[in-house]
């Protein structure tokens, strides 16, 4: 405990984390105009002409748990950006500051020390989870008002949302750690980090609409295997028709943390710090 300690006291000691709660809020902010738009929109009916072959998970969509589900993890997409520069910067910041000579010096069981950095990221990502859904509860449910939905929050699916919500924070915590511990430079590995969450996720959408005009739909159920779009999977309020099980999306991110994890642990028992 005294080692997860002295990891939050190096991170409230510096500016790191009231910077990352400033970004944090704006972009809060903004997803939850759009999704109070979308709700609306989905709400009301008014789409116009959809697809044939879109129509079921549109049907879907608009089911009164899913649009209740997506405004209740609102912020997820950012929120999950900003807890894996969390775990990135509790690594980097010992080489950015040169105090990590000092750290193993202090505790010389490289271990335990990395353990600490990982509990430590993961409770400033569930700290941030909590402070996002209690936000996303009081909104979420003056929305769903707005657009004579009631809160649902009586409903099972909806509290699994929110659930595997704080599940993807950790997991995105642990992630941002095994990067950190992969790029020494705090530069290199939070725009490495920013690249492959943003471009991942913004790419893998690109190539699997190409894929899927090419050989059938049934290709896109493969975005589960990409960190970022298993994260949104795993927060749908029930089944969305042509997307895998909920339950495959947090399978996917826990295999990610865990290799990303267990890796951290073993380079930095093995590496040279100097």
Not at 53 to 78: K, M, P
């Amino acid at each position: 405990m005294n080692l997860v300690r002295s990891e939050l006291l190096k991170i409230r000691t510096t500016s790191t984390w009231w910077v990352l709660g400033l970004i944090s809020l704006p972009l809060w902010a903004l997803t939850l105009l759009i999704n109070w738009w979308q709700t609306d929109a989905l709400a009301s009916g008014n789409l116009g002409e959809v697809p044939a072959e879109q129509a079921d998970r549109l049907h879907a969509a608009q089911v009164a748990e899913n649009l209740a589900a997506n405004l209740y993890t609102n912020g997820q997409f950012f929120g999950l950006l900003i807890v894996m520069l969390l775990g990135i910067i509790v690594v980097t910041s010992e080489f950015f500051h040169q105090t990590v000579t000092t750290t193993f010096l202090t505790a010389p069981h490289r271990t335990a020390v990395m353990l600490a950095k990982l509990v430590a990221a993961a409770g400033l990502a569930m700290v941030l989870w909590l402070v996002t859904t209690v936000l996303n509860l009081v909104f979420g449910g003056l929305i769903l008002s707005s657009v004579d939905i009631g809160s649902h929050l009586g409903g099972g699916a909806v509290w699994r949302a929110i659930g595997l919500n704080a599940l993807a924070y950790l997991l995105w915590a642990v992630l941002g750690v095994g990067i950190g511990v992969l790029i020494r430079s705090q530069i290199g590995a939070t725009v490495t980090g920013i690249l492959l969450y943003l471009g991942g996720a913004i790419g893998a959408i690109t190539v699997f609409a190409v894929l899927a005009a090419k050989f059938g739909e049934g290709v896109n159920k493969l975005q589960v295997l990409v960190p970022s779009l298993a994260s949104s999977l795993m927060v749908t309020g029930t089944e969305i028709p042509g997307n895998p099980p909920r339950w495959v999306g947090a399978l996917v991110l826990v295999g990610y943390a865990l290799v990303s994890g267990v890796t951290g642990v073993l380079i930095t028992r093995r590496r040279d710090i100097a």
